[in-house]
Nanobody, 123 residues
Framework: QVQLVESGGGLVQAGGSLRLSCAAS????????MGWFRQAPGKEREFVAV????????YYADSVKGRFTISRDNAKNTVYLQMNSLKPEDTAVYYC????????????????WGQGTQVTVSS
């Protein structure tokens, strides 16, 4: 079982940036692809980005492509989400999760989830 803890959320103005972190403990971090999801009030949890075990492959939702960057440091058991040019519609609780599938994008492909970190973008 992998334990995941997100951090780095906060309140930012539109056009600003935030960097989220997700620290993992437990079984070998580099065995898993890592993903970020988000959930806005009253909406379903949606896929944001995923990175492969080695970090060489990445995939993004169209809504964040070109603005968000996912990365990982396997030596630190941490995955990051750099968010630039933030928009009010990016406001949500952001979750990280791990998957045995290389570039999983569906919620049911992910095993463990963190508690989430709130990101609020003001207009």
């Amino acid at each position: 079982q992998v334990q995941l803890v997100e951090s780095g959320g906060g309140l930012v103005q539109a056009g600003g940036s935030l960097r989220l972190s997700c620290a993992a403990s437990g079984r070998t971090f580099s065995n898993y692809a890592m993903g970020w999801f988000r959930q806005a009030p009253g909406k379903e949890r949606e896929f944001v980005a995923v990175i492969s075990r080695s970090g060489e492959s990445k995939y993004y939702a169209d809504s964040v492509k070109g603005r968000f960057t996912i990365s990982r440091d396997n030596a630190k058991n941490t995955v990051y989400l750099q968010m630039n040019s933030l928009k009010p519609e990016d406001t949500a609780v952001y979750y990280c999760a791990n998957s045995r599938n290389s570039l999983a994008i569906h919620r049911n492909e992910f095993d463990s989830w963190g508690q989430g970190t709130q990101v609020t973008v003001s207009s």
